[in-house]
């Protein structure tokens, strides 16, 4: 083969392989678990209706879980004849692949079924089911390799089922099952046997995921718990730092790392704080506010601010490094989830199912268009709403509403 023709063929198969790792959304809240995408060359204004609907799949079942994405394989949680399931579709046009039983389906008056997102790493996917399995599962045709359950390492199911979504860090996995035998766990995740427990830290399991960072060259776990926030080795589960929390019936967002800082918010009044980590054993705390104080929804570090709903002050914009108000807009569009992709937010409003695309702007709410998801569900619970956060993959934006999963074409033409 000609060298130049060779050369080139290669360069081209690594830029697919880039552009598709930059398009795959393969565990909660993004590569990054930000709820940053990177991907550009998305549309900056909707039509009036909104963008053009790709497909609707009408049978997720019951639940809250939010896609996960790689390639052109979508896993979704879903529960379906009373069984919480893993189920497999083509992302590009909706069709079911596969799907694997996980375990009983979640009873909860907000809603049945089950709240976590899978997570995707390599040729395994790893979810954690409403009443406590924790399975790894081949993510090619959806075959069982391992099973635990959070109540073997000493926990029990949360108020509202456990909902956190499983981390991946190097060989482990990591999740919170709580309780008085060490809160966290890390597992081979190959096999699925107990490589530590953190044994210092007793609080129940709440509903926020573990983030990793590296900090003064060691590997750091960080976790908010309803008492505290923490810092721990990822090598042994050893406690490196905590900072007191007042987490008052769920503390549910997953925390912002960025640099040396550490943001958290949680609902019911908690607000939000940040902490700046000292020599690996310290943390300081920078400043600790009512001003964003955040349900579930979550919030998004896009330059020097943080972005996301306030319970009871609407859409904020807040400094990130000093707590400060930037803006707040109470009545452009109800309480609801964040995403971010190419210099947009995209809001879901949870009460009417409204979306809006706005501006990432320091200036205030600037906003390029919005729609409202039709059809909705019409099995969910009275109490329960549209809680599953958007996701942008391939172009792509994902919705959910309970048994109802939406793909919408946002690329620019």
């Not at 940053?36 to 879980?65: K, N």
């Not at 590009?92 to 009983?104: C, F, I, N, R, T």
């Not at 040729?123 to 409403?130: A, F």
């Not at 002050?313 to 569009?333: H, M, P, Y």
Request: aromatic content about 10%.
């Amino acid at each position: 083969m000609n060298r130049i023709l060779l050369v080139g063929l290669v360069s081209c198969l690594f830029i697919e392989s880039l552009v598709g790792e930059e398009a795959n959304w393969p565990q909660w809240r993004g590569p990054q678990r930000d709820d940053i995408s990177t991907e550009t060359g998305l549309l900056q204004e909707w039509p009036e209706a909104g963008p053009q609907r790709v497909w609707l799949f009408e049978d997720c079942g019951l639940g809250y879980s939010g896609p996960a994405i790689v390639g052109d394989r979508l896993y979704i949680l879903g529960a379906r004849d009373e069984t919480e399931q893993l189920i497999c579709l083509q992302a590009s046009d909706g069709k079911e692949l596969w799907s694997a039983q996980v375990g009983p389906m979640l009873e909860n008056g907000w809603g049945n079924g089950p709240r976590s997102t899978p997570t995707v790493d390599g040729q395994r996917v790893y979810v954690l089911g409403g009443q406590g399995n924790l399975v790894c599962f081949n993510a090619a045709d959806g075959s069982q390799l391992w099973l635990k359950t959070m109540q073997e390492f000493g926990g029990s199911i949360p108020v509202w089922g456990f909902s956190e979504s499983p981390t991946i860090h190097q060989e482990k996995l990591l999740c919170t099952p709580g309780g008085e035998k060490g809160a966290i766990v890390a597992l081979d995740k190959i096999s699925g046997d107990l490589l530590w427990q953190a044994r210092e830290l007793t609080d129940e399991a709440h509903y926020s995921s573990i983030v990793t960072t590296e900090h003064l060259g060691k590997q750091v776990g960080i976790q908010l718990l309803v008492s505290q926030l923490v810092g721990f080795d990822l090598d042994s589960g050893q406690l490196l730092w905590s900072s007191p929390w007042g987490g008052r019936t769920a503390v549910i967002p997953t925390p912002i790392v960025w640099d040396d800082k550490v943001y958290v918010t949680s609902g019911y009044g908690a607000g939000c704080m940040m902490v700046r980590m000292g020599d690996g054993q310290t943390v300081e705390q920078v400043y600790d506010s009512n001003l964003m104080s955040n349900h579930h929804g979550g919030v998004i570090r896009i330059g020097e601010n943080i972005f996301g709903h306030s319970n009871t002050k609407g859409w904020t914009c807040q400094n990130f490094d000093t707590g400060e108000k930037v803006w707040q807009e109470r009545s452009v569009l109800g309480k609801g989830a964040i995403a971010y992709a190419d210099g947009r937010f995209y809001c879901l409003s949870e009460d009417e199912g409204e979306v809006a695309l706005i501006a990432a702007s320091a200036a205030g709410w600037e906003e390029h268009g919005r729609f409202r998801l039709e059809p909705q569900t019409k099995i969910r619970s009275e109490k329960g709403k549209i809680w599953t956060h958007p996701v942008i993959a391939g172009g792509r934006l994902y919705l959910r509403d309970q048994d109802l999963l939406f793909s919408f074409d946002i690329k620019a033409n």
